[in-house]
């Protein structure tokens, strides 16, 4: 990684058209990059996440790398706007995918298609995030790590979807440390804890 690249992290990418947030009872979005519903007909949890590098989207992955293994009835998608050869140094930084499957996107087209738009300046660097930055490095241990590709701008949101592709759950990022709860999404899949 590069002083530049660790910039360039920082530059506000171009504005995508961003759609609104598919809600609850739509049919999800598709496209070759993301189809929906998954060819295997399982119900789908994915999460769009934060450039990766970004300890919110670290922790994040955990939870999903956790519940995928407790529930093979469901796939777990997690979604990434970094490049693919920034992706996989970071899952692999942080311990594999097990049974998540990865989906870069590094041109945001997922991510504006599933209504995540760029955020603003309040939305990174808020006090209540930045705060949450230290607490999770404190607590947990899972601090900034080297931002190779992507952006710290990009909006990160979660959704749960069945079988047939209805979305049945969605949970838009409020601020960069808003970490979803994926309690709500098994739920809406019939699934528990």
Known sequence: MTFQQELNSWLSPKALTTYPVPEVGERAPTSAILETPRPNGKPTIISFLRHCGCPFAEKTFHQLRNL????????????????????DK????????????????????????WGLPVS??????????MYSVYRL???????????????????????????LGVVKWTRVAQAADDIPDFKDALESLGAGK
């Not at 995928?68 to 777990?76: D, G, Q, T």
């Not at 900034?144 to 069945?162: L, M, V, Y």
């Open 90 to 113: 970071w899952v692999i930084s942080i311990g594999g995918q097990w049974d998540v499957q990865v989906i870069v996107d590094a041109d945001r087209e997922a991510y504006a298609q």
């Open 137 to 163: 490095g404190k607590q947990e241990n899972l601090w900034n790590k080297p931002t190779e590709s992507g952006n710290r701008w990009q909006t990160s949101g979660s959704f749960a979807i069945d079988e």
């Open 120 to 129: 603003s300046a309040w939305h990174v660097l808020n006090p209540w995030s």
């Open 68 to 87: 995928a293994s407790k529930h093979p009835e469901i796939n777990f998608l997690a979604v990434s706007h970094s490049d693919q050869e920034a992706t």
